[in-house]
């Protein structure tokens, strides 16, 4: 069982959709979870960190649950622009310096 | 620079060649990393350095691959005897230690733009 888990995708939505996209991790002791981007043919960068209490940064909607160990993370208001690979990162090292990637999930926001 | 600085942006060797790939973290950055991802995969972690401490190689695939820190700063990651299933982007990340920050900011990696092997 991989460690942390993302529904491939892709997922295509019209511009102005919502779309949320879920990912489960299976270290119970994991502290720190964040949200990367990836575009295509470019390197990973951080869209937004998760905190407990859950966290908004603009259109982006962040929850953590740790009961269930899933991350969530909500796109409102889709934009062409927010086309990428989203991918679900945890920390699974006790140090906290060890990051594990999901594998990605792939949005495609369609005119 | 302000970003992680990889060199070469691209390579192309002919299998069996040794290939040595660079990265330049963050000024400050005591934590480095190395990352493979291969044409539509997710990233597999290769080694990570941490200071002076034995830098963890948990992820190396086999014992042609091989990763220096030296001074605590620039990294070169060298594979030997190069093989065609050895062809991916080779991403190397920086980041300050959990230790020294916040909860809040903690573990944030820092991703250069990466090397595209191809091995012929």
């Known amino acids: 069982r991989k460690e942390v888990e993302q529904d491939p995708g892709p997922f295509n939505v019209p511009e102005g959709a919502t779309v949320a996209f879920n990912c489960t991790y299976s270290?119970?002791?994991?502290?720190?979870f964040f949200w990367y981007r990836q575009d295509c043919r470019k390197e990973p960068k951080l869209l937004m960190s998760?905190?407990?209490s859950g966290n908004e940064d603009g259109r982006f909607t962040a929850q953590l649950n740790r009961a269930s160990q899933y991350i969530s993370l909500l796109i409102r208001d889709s934009k062409l622009s927010d086309s990428a690979t989203y991918l679900c990162?945890?920390?699974?090292?006790?140090?906290?310096?060890?990051?594990?990637f999901g594998g990605g999930t792939r949005l495609m926001v369609k005119p | 620079g302000a970003g992680v600085s990889q060199s070469p942006s691209n390579k192309v060797t002919e299998k069996g060649k040794d290939v040595e790939l660079r990265c330049d973290p963050i000024?400050?950055?005591?934590?480095l990393y190395w990352y493979r991802q291969s044409l539509g995969q997710g990233l597999e972690f290769l080694i990570y350095?941490?200071?002076?401490?034995?830098?963890?190689k948990s992820g190396l695939p086999s014992d042609r691959f091989s990763a220096e820190r030296t001074g605590g700063s620039v990294s070169t990651l060298t594979i030997q005897r190069t093989q065609q299933e050895d062809s991916a982007v080779y991403l190397c990340?920086?980041?300050?230690?959990?230790?020294?920050?916040?909860?809040?900011?903690?573990?944030?990696?820092?991703f250069g733009a990466g090397t595209r092997l191809s091995v012929l």
């Open positions: 998760v905190y407990s």
């Open positions: 990162v945890v920390n699974e090292d006790n140090a906290g310096n060890m990051l594990t």
């Open positions: 990340a920086s980041s300050f230690p959990s230790d020294l920050l916040g909860n809040l900011a903690k573990n944030i990696q820092y």
């Open positions: 350095f941490q200071g002076n401490s034995a830098p963890d």
């Open positions: 270290n119970s002791a994991s502290q720190s």
């Open positions: 000024s400050g950055h005591t934590a």
